[in-house]
């Protein structure tokens, strides 16, 4: 059984970065085909993909976060991250880590880390 599990501060200034990591267990983040993804929602709106990273490193991000965004990873350590630079109590969210498979289907989230961003 995979399981995602986000972990990072709940609270961030205006202007300073937000990082967050997802500790995989029951799966390798490398292995064929999956797609380990960052995923926001802000109080009483959708769902908004910020990217993904893939089972061989290479990174999509959404372009209207482009800019501020990195995710990376660490495969020693079954991990995957996620900055994002300059934020702005816009980014305020339940942030979640997620794995989607080659088809678009998103299987196994993690239970969500909320944070708040203080103006």
């Known amino acids: 059984q995979v399981q995602l599990q986000e972990s990072g501060p709940g609270l961030v200034n205006t202007s300073q970065t937000l990082s967050l990591t997802c500790t995989v267990s029951?799966?390798?983040?490398?292995?064929?085909?999956?797609?380990w993804s960052w995923i926001r929602q802000p109080p009483g709106k959708g769902l908004e993909s910020l990217g993904y990273i893939t089972y061989s490193g290479n990174v999509h991000y959404s372009p209207s976060l482009k800019s501020r965004t990195s995710i990376f990873r660490d495969t020693f350590k079954n991990q995957f991250s996620l900055q994002l630079r300059s934020v702005t109590p816009e980014d305020t969210a339940m942030y979640y880590c997620?794995?989607?498979?080659?088809?678009?289907?998103?299987?196994?989230w993690g239970q969500g880390t909320q944070v708040t961003v203080s103006s």
């Open positions: 997620a794995r989607r498979d080659s088809s678009g289907s998103y299987y196994y």
């Open positions: 029951g799966g390798s983040i490398a292995s064929n085909y999956y797609y």
